[in-house]
């Protein structure tokens, strides 16, 4: 049993419907950068893997050919085909799948995209290891990974709030055998086959028109508070909810910008 209790399917199928509605605020200029990465054209056909309730895979349908979405949620999957209706985008195919063993061709795709979801993969070598096989040669893979807590204003405030409300929750220290290491980052693209690897980091920054509006965005949009407040229960989280709220309302200023930072690392499957 994986020891990480985001790698299962369960939390992000319980915040499927906040995750549309609240995410993109803070996740959707990171899928645009990515996109920036692989050099697409109308002809580019693409996976967009972990692909939650479509960030990417919204953006990207309008500009090229075919979108395969895969994720392990079928509400995160009911929700991107949702929005793909009612965007009019009929290039988008969304299937319900595991990113360590995708249901797709080998050679087939012209660039390959995991946000924020490989990271968390209980094997994260399967995980490259697949984005590589379903690449032409040729191909672009883009993936990306929250850099440590401490570089994000942003997640730092909202820890600090977490923290106001039961003092045993500690800010995460970095750790430096996952993605948030850039050089591990780099090494496991280039063991799965990668060339001309590539690390870039990225910061994005989200205003709230107050700590109301942060507490909401956030609480109904992370999967981590979501399973905290089931576990709980409905009673203690809401005396914790209000300490968070009154926290973040003496030191969130009012739409003021607060900015995180992720790592996007691009890699290359050789040509034949």
Request: hydrophobic share 50%; net charge negative.
């Amino acid at each position: 049993m994986c020891a990480n209790p985001l790698a299962v399917a369960e939390p992000w199928d319980l915040v499927a419907d906040g995750y549309a509605e609240f995410a993109p605020a803070i996740m959707q200029p990171f899928s645009a950068r990515a996109l920036e990465f692989a050099a697409l054209t109308a002809d580019s056909r693409i996976v967009d893997v972990a692909a939650g309730t479509g960030m990417l895979s919204l953006l990207a349908a309008p500009r090229v050919a075919e979108v395969h979405a895969v994720d392990f949620s079928t509400p995160m999957i009911d929700r991107l085909r949702a929005a793909a209706r009612a965007a009019g985008l009929t290039n988008i195919q969304a299937s319900v799948g595991d990113g360590q063993a995708l249901p797709l061709a080998s050679d087939r795709f012209d660039a390959a995209f995991s946000m924020f979801g490989l990271m968390f993969f209980p094997v994260r070598a399967k995980g490259f290891a697949e984005l590589f096989r379903v690449l032409r040669p040729g191909g672009t893979a883009v993936v990306s990974s929250w850099a440590p807590v401490l570089e994000s204003p942003l997640m730092r405030l909202m820890f600090g709030a977490v923290h106001a409300a039961d003092p045993a929750i500690q800010e995460p220290q970095p750790n430096y055998l996952s993605l948030e290491n850039p050089e591990i980052f780099e090494s496991e693209m280039r063991r799965a086959g990668f060339e001309a690897v590539s690390i870039q980091r990225h910061t994005g920054s989200v205003v709230f028109t107050d700590g109301d509006d942060m507490f909401e965005t956030i609480a109904r949009s992370n999967a981590a508070l979501l399973l905290l407040r089931r576990r709980i229960g409905e009673q203690l989280w809401a005396e914790r909810a209000a300490v968070m709220r009154a926290y973040l309302a003496e030191h969130y200023r009012p739409n003021h910008p607060l900015s995180t930072t992720a790592f996007l690392g691009i890699g290359h499957k050789p040509e034949s």
